[in-house]
């Protein structure tokens, strides 16, 4: 499948800095930044065959530094769907411990540990139009019940992550409470029942702008008690999902290309589903305000017709210019 579209889209970004301490004379004591910084993002896209109904984001991400290894951070969002519909929710409110250069922790409502895509899940810095379409696009059902699953979620979690990083490698692990490949919405009322998933991640850097780098979680993603999710009299059986990702970014002069291949293995009432998708973005700085940018897209999910299964593989590819 191959779509284009005409889009629209602002983006601001404001930033406060604001220093709450008594002056001192220069001599003694350097520059010292603000404890509070806000960033606020507001973006409006469109097509041009319903440009009446457009998708509105509005993101303010508020970092508080505590002291020198302590921030707290609380990014709350607000989004028009088309149709005209509006969530309010939080794709932030986290605890960041730094006790070491090399030691962080984070703790909340979490930055996804896995996949490139949610590193750029904010307006100014996604280059495309909008993000890859696996990261919100519902899977189809392959099994009997509909369980709402992705390929990989856009969401950000509740859960505590532990990284370290030296000169050319990184390394995080930890516990979120639900699988990476279901949208949760952390204070929704219609959210499945909690699951610790086991989240690790690696990656290395041979290179000043190269890496490459692997995640992996794994956990329940159906419980058999959890009626209330799944509106079914009779008890579901208990379902894993496991996730494995494969991410990379290479960086020259004016050139930067980056990509992801996501592999799921859902435990299934007969044999396992596995779903895979992948994207690769390159992003060419043309002036220093002007860039443009292409994208391919892919995913493969099973998908129950009947009593079997087929194939499903849709795919997208995108090309899009921006003027910063």
């Given at each position: 499948?191959?779509?284009?579209h005409?889009?629209v889209r602002?983006?601001a970004?404001v930033a406060?800095?604001?220093?709450g301490?008594?002056?001192?004379?220069?001599?003694?004591?350097?520059?010292?930044?603000g404890?509070?910084?806000?960033?606020a993002?507001a973006?409006v896209t469109?097509?041009?065959?319903?440009?009446?109904?457009?998708?509105?984001?509005?993101d303010?991400?508020?970092?508080?530094?505590?002291?020198?290894?302590?921030?707290?951070?609380?990014?709350?969002?607000a989004r028009?769907?088309?149709g005209?519909?509006?969530?309010v929710l939080?794709?932030?409110?986290?605890?960041?411990y730094q006790p070491t250069?090399r030691v962080?922790v984070d703790?909340g409502?979490i930055s996804?540990p896995?996949g490139?895509?949610?590193l750029?899940?904010?307006?100014?810095?996604n280059?495309?139009v909008?993000?890859?379409?696996y990261?919100?696009?519902p899977?189809?059902?392959?099994?009997?019940?509909?369980?709402r699953?992705q390929?990989?979620?856009?969401?950000?979690?509740?859960?505590?992550?532990?990284s370290?990083?030296?000169t050319?490698?990184d390394?995080?692990?930890?516990i979120?409470d639900?699988?990476?490949a279901?949208y949760?919405?952390?204070?929704a009322?219609n959210?499945?029942?909690p699951a610790?998933?086991?989240i690790a991640?690696?990656?290395?850097?041979?290179r000043?702008g190269?890496?490459l780098?692997?995640g992996?979680?794994?956990g329940?993603?159906r419980?058999a008690?959890d009626e209330?999710y799944?509106n079914?009299p009779?008890?579901?059986?208990?379902?894993?999902a496991?996730?494995?990702?494969?991410?990379?970014e290479f960086a020259?002069?004016y050139?930067r290309?980056t990509g992801?291949?996501?592999?799921?293995?859902?435990?299934?009432t007969?044999?396992?589903?596995?779903?895979?998708g992948?994207?690769?973005?390159?992003?060419?700085?043309l002036t220093?305000?002007?860039?443009?940018?292409?994208r391919?897209t892919?995913?493969?999910?099973?998908?129950?017709?009947?009593?079997?299964?087929?194939?499903w593989?849709p795919?997208?590819f995108?090309?899009?210019?921006?003027?910063?």
């Open positions: 499948m191959t779509r284009s005409a889009a602002s983006a970004i406060l800095l604001c220093a301490r008594a002056a001192t004379p220069a001599a003694a004591q350097g520059f010292r930044p404890r509070i910084a806000i960033e993002v973006a469109t097509t041009s065959d319903n440009a009446d109904d457009p998708f509105v984001f509005l303010l991400t508020t970092t508080m530094r505590v002291n020198e290894s302590l921030d707290v951070i609380v990014r709350p969002y028009r769907l088309p005209g519909d509006w969530d939080f794709y932030q409110a986290e605890i960041r250069d962080r703790a409502i996804s896995l490139m895509g949610p750029e899940m904010r307006q100014d810095i280059p495309a909008g993000s890859p379409f990261y919100f696009g899977l189809p059902r392959f099994d009997p019940q509909n369980d699953l390929v990989l979620s856009g969401g950000y979690p509740l859960g505590a992550i532990v370290s990083s030296g050319w490698w390394a995080r692990g930890g979120t639900g699988t990476p279901r949760r919405k952390v204070f009322s959210n499945p029942a610790v998933q086991l991640g690696a990656g290395v850097t041979p000043p190269f890496r780098g692997v992996f979680a794994h329940a993603y419980e008690d209330d799944y079914t009779t008890a579901l059986p208990d379902a894993d496991t996730v494995f990702t494969v991410e990379g020259v002069r050139t290309i992801e291949w996501v592999r799921d293995r859902f435990d299934s007969t044999t396992p589903a596995i779903t895979r992948f994207y690769i973005q390159g992003v060419q700085t220093p305000r002007i860039f443009a940018v292409s391919l892919r995913a493969s999910t099973p998908v129950l017709i009947g009593a079997s299964r087929v194939r593989t795919g997208a995108e090309v899009s210019g921006g003027y910063r």
